[in-house]
């Protein structure tokens, strides 16, 4: 069974970024969600149509939660609120300010949970064409090669990433003093803008950690089975490991995990 749904969530993935790659020029027409920080262009609601109606046609006893049906209200009560057994974490494409400006790091993210827990994660970007995947228990994969995270053993050999959640893109954001407290302490700081990517270069090695407040489900739930095959550990920012309803993340290569968490909070 989990099987063949991986092959599906892989090919579904694709087919929903080949369709934002023909939309390219369509990238700027956008509408304003709760700020002008926080923005959806018609493509992620019609790659949100498209996923989910492969999802209903092909499995239509899953469920499903998906960023621009679901977005309003507090996303997870409604993950609580789900019944057991299969169900899919969907955001059409995360990193949406990236696809506006034609930034090429944005992704279509599918988490696919058994009875609440994370068992399978894809994550396609449609413009450098790298498909991330993995299934518990089975490893994970860029384009069918296995992915491993980072060597480095402690923060100040790190090259770390985070970012702001549209909500909280302020002067007296809360993310602004987790970043001066890592100010000179590690490598350097990337924030690139998806969060589901992001975690995907910790799972091969490209970033040794990424933190970030104030995501929801469909933001992390992936990245998560993803970084987690690839040898890596996700938890909250208490060292909680992560459950799908924790809005604070810390990704990492493991090694780091308990040095960051102390520098971070
Ligand atoms: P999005 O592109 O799907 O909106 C940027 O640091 C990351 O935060 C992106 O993955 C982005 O996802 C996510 N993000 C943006 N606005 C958010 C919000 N209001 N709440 C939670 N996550 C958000
Ligand atoms: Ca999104």
Redesign the pocket.
């Known amino acids: 069974m989990e099987d063949q749904l991986y092959d599906f969530a892989c090919r579904l993935a694709e087919e929903a970024g080949q369709y934002i790659r023909s939309r390219m020029d369509d990238r700027t027409n956008m509408e304003q969600k ?1 700020n002008g920080s ?1 923005l959806v262009t018609v493509v992620d609601k019609a790659s949100e149509a498209l996923l989910m109606e492969r999802i209903q046609a092909s499995y239509p006893d899953h469920w499903i939660l998906s ?1 621009e049906t679901d977005g309003e209200g507090n996303s997870y009560d409604k993950l609580r609120g789900k019944p057991g057994g299969y169900g899919w974490i969907l ?1 059409p ?5 990236n696809f506006i400006h034609g930034v090429p790091h ?1 992704a279509v993210s599918i988490g696919i949970v058994k009875d609440k827990e994370p068992v399978i994660g894809v994550i396609y970007s449609p413009l450098t064409g790298e498909l991330f995947a993995a299934r518990k228990g089975h490893g994970a994969y860029v384009n069918g090669q296995a992915i491993r995270v980072g060597e480095e053993a402690a923060v100040g050999q790190a090259l770390l990433g985070t ?5 909280d893109w302020l002067p007296d954001s809360d993310a602004l003093p987790e970043v001066a407290r890592m100010v000179g302490r590690c490598r350097n700081l990337r ?1 690139t ?4 990517l992001d975690m995907c270069w910790v799972a091969m090695g490209r970033l040794t950690g990424y933190w ?1 407040r ?3 489900p ?2 992390s739930a992936a990245g998560t089975v993803i970084v987690r095959e690839a040898g890596g550990t996700v938890t909250d920012y208490e060292g909680n490991p992560y459950d799908m309803t924790q809005s604070t993340i810390v990704a990492t290569n493991g090694r780091i995990h308990q040095e960051l968490i102390q520098q971070l909070c």
């Not at 494409?93 to 300010?97: K, V």
């Not at 970012?163 to 909500?167: E, M, S, T």
């Open positions: 709760t926080d960023e955001d494409i995360d990193g949406t300010t944005f970012g702001f959640y549209a909500g924030m803008g998806a969060a589901s970030h104030g995501l929801h469909w933001d």
